[in-house]
């Protein structure tokens, strides 16, 4: 085997479930395991069976794999009980065809959690192993707790990993249980480890209580282990696993190691990374390594004239290797060169001496100034600097608006209570004018009803329109000066039939108004990216 062969193993299905508001489906389990075969992780651990119904469904009906090994966690046979007899083992022998099994490595934790002899616990480790080896293709150990018991006894957390080395384990993985042990402690131990197992057979199991999960699961490598157990984006109990979306790529590019991952096969990391928000039914996080969407975005005018020149001035990685793509964001601290980089995004062919870019580079800066913020709205970006070189036409005008709200109560003894909400537009498109009233659940839900009940009446207008599903509404207070004039900042997320996302902001002391300007912008980005010609005049 090439010493520049590391084996990725994903606890994303266990660890990951045990993260603070999270809990898997079956059907969770399953879309994640399929997504992480996509990437060729060398094991995906499935869970613990028998120990809830979620786990037990999945491996009744495990996922077929065409890349990666399915393993079943467990733990070693219970003291006072043969291996040949524990229900257990039993069960890890029947779920899958490799197995992963926890035992203690701390004689603190043997003594005090167990309440049992040192050389007990030994006997448990050698004879789970050994005993498993007849049952399943491949067997590996957990040492929890192995960083603190090396410290605290660095000969009987030895011993504890040969037991199980010796009697068949392919893998001994160094856990740190707590997560408090330091970057360069973990070298030091992994290397003196390395020199009693060898390397090719020793993994690490890093926790995130101080920040140095990555960190640490690196060092170990360097110091010759070539197993990294992890989680994608780093989910897992208390402050996280090991996250093996930035151990990836950082292995990969950056200190040439082989992980089984293809190059094609990087470039989708962002969107699998993007699987599991999407079904924890979260935001992704804008400033994760590599595949955030702050990860290659720049915004200082400084920056981009020299990313402008060379990417490399600020761009450790090439974005597309992960499956991500630069973002030159416009912002109060924009130059000359984030507008016309973000106007070639934008397929907008300008001179670069233009007067007007120049203005358009002022009106950003005033417009953030009175509390708009581009960086988060590309839509309404593009909608201004198209309108600036007199490339966007007007779609519709709105000449007034009135949003009535309205709370009825039933009889005295019935405490139901209702909030209707009631718009009124008054829209001009062409040389029609026209009146709409809608009702909502909400001041903007009713806005947009009304909006939509005219242009959905305009047969060049109703196909994209009919698209626009708003998917996600933000609102921020922003106060100037002494704290009495507050400034409202509303973000809206929009999505279309094709799966498009775009984002819209709007800001006035006006909460209503704020929206209405997010919300047209909405609208008027759609109508613009579908070719739709204006009927206005």
């Not at 040949?84 to 603190?108: E, R």
Request: net charge negative; charged share 25%.
């Amino acid at each position: 085997m090439s010493d520049k062969r590391v084996y990725l193993y994903d606890s994303t299905l266990r660890d990951g479930q045990q993260t603070q508001g999270v809990d898997f489906s079956t059907a969770d389990k399953t879309a994640i395991a399929k997504a992480l075969d996509e990437l060729s992780i060398d094991y995906i651990e499935g869970g613990w069976p028998g120990a809830n119904p979620t786990d037990d469904a999945f491996f009744a009906n495990p996922p077929k794999l065409k890349n990666s090994k399915l393993t079943a966690f467990g733990m070693t046979r219970r003291a006072g009980r043969s291996a040949s007899n524990d229900p257990g083992l039993a069960s890890l022998a029947q779920n899958a065809p490799i197995v992963c099994m926890v035992g203690k490595s701390w004689d603190f934790q043997v003594t005090e959690a167990l309440g049992i002899e040192l050389d007990d616990n030994l006997s448990m480790i050698a004879d789970s192993i050994a005993h498993l080896k007849t049952k399943v293709s491949e067997v590996m150990f957990d040492a929890e707790h192995f960083f603190d018991g090396y410290k605290a006894s660095r000969d009987y957390a030895l011993s504890a990993i040969k037991a199980a080395y010796e009697a068949g384990a392919r893998w001994v993985v160094l856990c740190d249980t707590n997560g408090g042990t330091l970057p360069d402690e973990i070298f030091d131990i992994v290397t003196d480890v390395c020199s009693q197992i060898p390397g090719a057979h020793v993994g690490i199991h890093c926790h995130n209580d101080t920040e140095n999960a990555v960190a640490n699961s690196l060092a170990a490598v360097r110091a010759g282990a070539r197993q990294v157990q992890g989680t994608l984006n780093g989910l897992g109990e208390r402050c996280g696993n090991a996250n093996l979306i930035s151990i990836i790529p950082t292995l990969m590019l950056k200190m040439g190691f082989d992980v089984g991952v293809s190059k094609d096969q990087l470039t989708q990391l962002r969107r699998i990374s993007h699987i599991l928000d999407e079904r924890l039914n979260r935001e992704p996080t804008r400033q994760a390594a590599y595949v955030g969407d702050s990860a290659f975005a720049h915004k200082g005018g400084l920056h981009v004239s020299a990313v402008e020149k060379n990417p490399a001035c600020y761009e450790h990685v090439e974005p597309e290797l992960v499956g991500n793509q630069r973002h030159i964001l416009v912002s109060d601290q924009a130059g000359r060169s984030n507008i016309l980089a973000r106007f070639r995004e934008i397929g907008v062919d300008v001179d670069p001496k233009s007067e007007a870019v120049g203005k358009l580079v002022e009106n950003v800066k005033q417009r953030e100034f009175d509390g708009y913020a581009y960086d988060g709205a590309e839509a309404s970006f593009e909608l201004l600097a198209r309108k600036a070189m007199g490339e966007l036409d007007r779609y519709f005008r709105v000449t007034s608006f009135r949003v009535i709200d309205e709370r009825r109560w039933g009889d005295e003894q019935d405490d139901q209570v209702i909030t209707m909400s009631e718009a009124t537009v008054k829209v001009v498109v062409g040389d029609d004018q026209f009146m709409s009233v809608a009702e909502g659940n909400g001041p903007v839900n009713a806005l947009d009803a009304a909006l939509r009940k005219v242009l959905l009446t305009v047969p060049e207008y109703r196909d994209a329109v009919e698209q626009i599903e708003l998917i996600d509404y933000k609102v921020r207070i922003i106060t100037r000066g002494d704290g009495t004039r507050a400034v409202t900042r509303v973000m809206i997320e929009s999505r279309d039939a094709e799966g498009n996302n775009w984002a819209t902001v709007g800001v006035s002391t006006n909460i209503i108004e704020a929206s209405y300007n997010a919300l047209r912008d909405s609208i008027t980005y759609k109508l613009f990216k579908s070719g739709v010609r204006s009927q206005h005049g």
